[in-house]
């Protein structure tokens, strides 16, 4: 009795609070669309105010395409992106069956091995990381950075994809043994596809800290033919003078690529959920 | 075509014994059951057999050839698994078609292979459909039909039965029995239940920690059980054992008899008691006594009966068909 009558009010606290957590979330994103259009001194005279008709502007917008080669690092972060991402799901996916199903000696401590990478930030070996590019002729180069985003998002893909294949009916992968594939094929055509909605997870969790990464962009590959947007956007940030309208308007055109990479990848973890194989 | 021969087969998972040195013998066309608690290396011994787990020692021939470096794929078997274990993304028909496809079999023979295999199994309206669109009953069907296709030397079961609902596993429990006795096809068999291993095998093995409790037909092993623990497993409800000395027996330590083999009366009898409960289920009446001479007793009593727990009643056991067991469980032939 006394649950059916809580349950309305439960359920209203559970949606302010989800309410407010996505107000807290989307209004820097609100800001800086709102004012990325707007003139210089309507951001300054009235920042949360939504663009009118006489402080409208898309001044920032034509100085960042205009100015640099924006298209270039829109390019750059793409590739820089889907490539890491790639590389993690794949390597990641590998090494989580080769954990899950197989028994071997060290077993248990590799996983721990390739989990540590979860609790050490790659940031701490930026020095060394700088010295092995530079010795290894990489720098200022997209493939440095893949490298570097392969080896951040490896920890946590292993330790994500591995809980889920262990999930996977063993009674699955034997009759796949029975009729005659190979460890290859059980992994890409049986196991796989019942982990997919586990690996957009995953994507999803791998693509934002690269897309937004700044560190590693200004380190290890600052040249005009490989900066990426998050880098690129810099420019407009000065000492002493920062083009506002210019940040605003990179910062909004850099959401879009992700946003779309994002709907691509969650509209794969509904899709991904197969049911009736097993049981 | 179809023999196998166990010798000695060990399997140890780190310190771990499961099996503790099987042999066996199957002839080709058997019927043989592997029967035994959980946990009792039951389904070990059957991936073992089917090359999906290495044996630690010991060797396995099928058709008289050795198979320890076989893969599971070259060893002329299929395998039925518990949870259908179906591919998700293929249709029926690729589901039964795959291993062939996979062994490079001709398309046109894998038609007609997989077009017998549907109609034996009067899968033919789901051809096209995915597992994901049938039934428990019509998922277990399709199994045991990708295992017909391939023709194998060797049928393995493992409990496939244990995920269907009562009426459906008896019906598929026909089938089986209807499948073995047309393709005449060696079928080896994991069940933890007994009414499966009595009314399907031609032979049955009772294992349990690992080794052999006895091998033979299901009458064998309802008559003449080998020791305390096959007497226990096979026949519902439970044999009874009394201690020997309290019924002042000597020469043995332990005397079993079935509950169907003591008959009750109101008025005179051996053992002298009192009813516990009773269980009624139409065609048989199972009776519970407690009694002086021999502690809790189960009665089994054809047909309907009036006892009613609180009655004092009389059994008397089938002189010719009580069990004696000696002091280390073994039974006195």
């Known amino acids: ?279 | 075509m179809g023999s196998l021969q166990l010798k000695s087969i060990r399997k140890a998972f780190g310190s771990n014994e499961v099996l503790k040195g099987i042999d066996l013998e199957v002839k080709d066309g058997e019927f043989v059951i592997f029967v035994g608690p959980s946990g009792c290396g039951k389904s070990t011994l059957l991936r073992v057999i089917a090359g999906l787990e290495d044996a630690t020692s010991g060797s396995i021939r099928i058709d008289g050839q050795e198979m320890a470096t076989t893969p599971p794929a070259k060893r002329g078997i299929a395998m039925v698994f518990q949870s259908y274990a179906l591919y998700p993304h293929l249709t029926v028909k690729d589901n039964m078609g795959l291993g062939l496809k996979q062994a490079g079999t001709e398309k046109a023979e894998i038609d007609t292979r997989v077009t017998k295999a549907s109609s034996m199994l009067s899968l033919d309206p789901y051809l096209a459909r995915r597992p994901a669109e049938l039934s428990g009953g019509q998922r277990q069907r399709v199994a045991i039909g990708r295992a017909i296709v391939r023709e194998p030397k060797l049928f393995l079961f493992d409990e496939p039965l244990s995920n269907l609902d009562a009426a459906l596993r008896v019906q598929t429990r026909l089938e089986i029995a209807g499948l073995h006795r047309r393709l005449k096809a060696t079928m080896i068999y994991v069940t933890h239940d007994q009414v499966e291993a009595m009314t399907l095998a031609d032979k049955i093995v009772v294992l349990n920690a690992g080794a052999i409790e006895q091998i033979g037909s299901p009458m064998e092993l309802y008559n003449k059980p080998a020791n305390v623990f096959v007497a226990g497993f096979i026949g519902s409800p439970q044999m009874n054992f009394i201690p020997a000395e309290k019924l002042g027996q000597s020469g043995a330590k332990t005397i079993g008899v079935r509950p169907e083999h003591i008959a009750l009366s109101r008025e005179s009898g051996d053992w002298k008691g009192k009813v516990i409960h009773v269980e009624h289920l139409g065609a048989d009446t199972i009776v519970y006594l407690e009694t002086e001479a021999t502690g809790l007793l189960t009665v089994r009593l054809f047909g309907e009966h009036a006892y009613a727990p609180d009655d004092v009643v009389f059994a008397t056991p089938d002189r010719a068909s009580l069990h004696r067991f000696d002091a280390n469980d073994r039974a006195i032939v």
């Open chain 1, 1 to 279: 009795m006394s649950k059916a009558r809580s349950a309305p009010v439960r359920a209203a606290f559970i949606h302010l609070a989800l309410i407010a957590y996505t107000l807290v979330a989307l209004f820097p994103v609100f800001l800086t669309l709102v004012n990325s259009f707007k003139s210089r001194s309507a951001i300054f005279s009235q920042p949360m105010a939504l663009p009118t008709p006489s402080t409208f502007s898309l001044i920032g917008y034509q100085t960042v395409l205009s100015q640099g080669n924006f298209v270039g690092y829109f390019q750059n972060s793409l590739i820089v992106t889907v490539a890491s991402i790639a590389l993690v799901l794949l390597f990641g996916a590998m090494a989580a069956f080769a954990l899950s199903e197989y028994r071997f000696r060290g077993n248990t401590l590799m996983g721990l091995y390739l989990a540590l990478g979860i609790m050490i930030p790659i940031r701490l070996g930026t020095v060394a990381i700088l010295q092995g590019m530079v010795a290894a002729g990489l720098v200022n180069t997209l493939t440095s950075l893949i490298l570097v985003y392969t080896a951040q998002g490896l920890p946590l893909a292993i330790f994500i994809l591995s809980e889920f294949m262990r999930t996977v009916s063993d009674d699955l992968k034997s009759a796949g043994r029975i009729d005659g594939l190979s460890e290859y094929a059980i992994f890409f055509r049986l196991v796989l596809p019942l982990v997919r909605p586990a690996m957009a997870t995953v994507a999803v969790f791998t693509m934002i800290p690269i897309w937004n990464d700044l560190w590693f962009p200004l380190i290890l590959a600052p040249g005009e033919g490989t900066k990426t947007v998050t880098l690129g956007a810099q420019m407009f940030i000065g000492q002493f003078v920062t083009n506002w309208n210019a940040v605003l308007s990179a910062l909004s055109l850099a959401i879009l690529p992700v946003m779309v990479l994002y709907v691509i990848f969650s509209r794969q973890l509904i899709r991904g959920i197969t049911s009736g194989a097993v049981k």
